[in-house]
């Protein structure tokens, strides 16, 4: 029998509460020692006992313990999808930018509104996570700063991302301002001045700025499902105040699930405003990205209405452990 | 709380209070820590039934995950547990081996 091909199978054995509690150490301890038939033959037998224990309603306490585990989880998918909201954001802007909507939302205060939201949202969104963030970023990083070469090179990847993407900006602006020459790419010299090299420059941005955000949620979702703490004593002002840092993150986390959801709605009413006032606004390649499309905006408010509905699902999934 | 309470998991669960006795351990560490000092091979589902108990009751608790192996270690009520437990087998060893007139 080949036991490495049902060694990843034989955790999925136990029940999804211990599995949060355990699988990441047996898994370890089965790619050490599972040596025998006779050894699988004890993991089923181990699995088995795992779920007669739950179904005795024990009050176990690795069901206890995966509460924590739980409500990390939710902070987690609550940040990925305020990750991914940004990224939309962004192209949200990017569409706008150098468009007729500009000078339209001048006039049309409707208009101006939504757009406001919008900024207010994201502001209220972006200052609700970094509260919340504080505690679990600076456990994470002195975790991380402690601990091994792998953690530490979690934490690289947010810093490298925007190197790269602070790098890229100032060659665009090498270019854009004429000191790099390159061949299809003109120097900019007003709005509108976008060949196609220089639309490609403008992609490229996106792609960094894309990648570099996947890389870094990716990076810091594996640090932070790697922190064990649940409480840290942070000193301040000469106190000491002890964090329940997940606990501390949930009301930030609702709050900016619910800014997601309020620029949700706001950019489905700026759009539907826009096309009212001026039909022709979705039609044209306006702006450095040319993005001036309804299908961009019609992707836009689905990558955003997707990140609203992880966050709700993720805070639904980890408000009824909170409260056990 | 009696070794009896642990059901099947009581002789792993005293196996591991020993082995935690010499220092805190990893799962792989007490397996090989308990081949080497009884013979008994303990297989990765009885380890974890019994560490999953003992962890429940109080008597070892998890410490920092390193990577992603856990080591463990005994708690003061652990290290009582295991000093009650041993006694009460030291008397028991006593007893048959007086039987035996060895």
């Known amino acids: 029998m080949r036991l490495d091909r049902v060694r990843p199978w034989l955790t999925s054995l136990y029940p999804r509460a211990w599995r949060e509690r355990y699988a990441v150490e047996f898994d370890m301890l089965l790619e050490q020692c599972l040596h025998s038939p006779l050894d699988v033959v004890d993991v089923f037998l181990g699995a088995l006992d795992a779920h007669l224990q739950l179904l005795s309603g024990e009050n176990l306490s690795w ?105 890229y900006l100032v060659f665009l602006f090498l270019v854009g301002s004429g000191r790099i020459q390159i061949e299809g790419v003109v120097k900019v010299v007003g709005p509108g001045a976008f060949p196609a090299g220089n639309r490609l420059m403008m992609e490229g941005l996106m792609l960094v700025f894309i990648l570099g955000a996947i890389a870094s949620t990716l990076a810091v979702w594996k640090a932070v499902s790697a922190a064990d703490s649940e409480q840290e004593t942070f000193h301040a002002f000469g106190r000491a105040l002890n964090v329940k840092i997940y606990s501390f993150a949930f009301v930030p986390a609702v709050i900016a699930t619910i800014s997601m959801l309020v620029m949700l709605l706001a950019t489905l009413a700026w759009g539907w405003l826009s096309f009212s006032a001026l039909p022709q606004v979705f039609a044209g390649n306006f702006g450095p990205w040319g993005t001036s499309t309804q299908i961009w905006y019609i992707g836009i408010l689905v990558v955003m209405a997707a990140c609203s509905g992880g966050a709700v699902f993720g805070l639904r999934r980890g408000r009824p452990r909170r409260s056990q | 709380m009696e070794p009896s309470d642990f059901g099947r998991f009581s002789d792993p669960a005293l196996l591991i209070l020993a082995s935690l006795a010499g220092g805190e351990k990893h799962g792989y560490a007490m397996m090989e820590d308990i081949e080497a000092m009884s013979g008994v091979h303990l297989g990765p589902g009885t380890l974890y039934g019994a560490l999953a108990r003992l962890e429940q009751s109080g008597l070892i608790q998890a410490l920092p995950a390193d990577e992603r192996r856990r080591p463990y270690q005994l708690t003061a009520q652990g290290k009582a547990f295991l000093r009650q437990s041993l006694a009460s087998l030291k008397n028991f060893v006593s007893m048959g081996l007086m039987r035996l007139g060895a």
Do not use: C, E, Y
């Open chain 1, 63 to 167: 069901r206890l313990m995966n509460m924590q585990n739980k409500l990390r989880t939710t902070l987690l998918m609550v940040f990925a999808a305020f990750i991914g909201f940004i990224v939309a954001g962004f192209s949200l802007v990017g569409m706008a930018d150098d468009s007729p909507m500009i000078p339209l939302m001048k006039t049309n205060p409707a208009l101006a509104a939504a757009w406001t939201t919008i900024q207010i949202g994201s502001a209220v969104a972006l200052l609700a996570v970094v509260v919340g963030g504080i505690p679990l970023a600076l456990t994470v990083v002195q975790g991380a700063l402690a601990g091994g070469r792998r953690g530490r090179g979690l934490l690289l990847v947010p810093v490298v991302s925007f190197l790269v993407l602070v790098l």
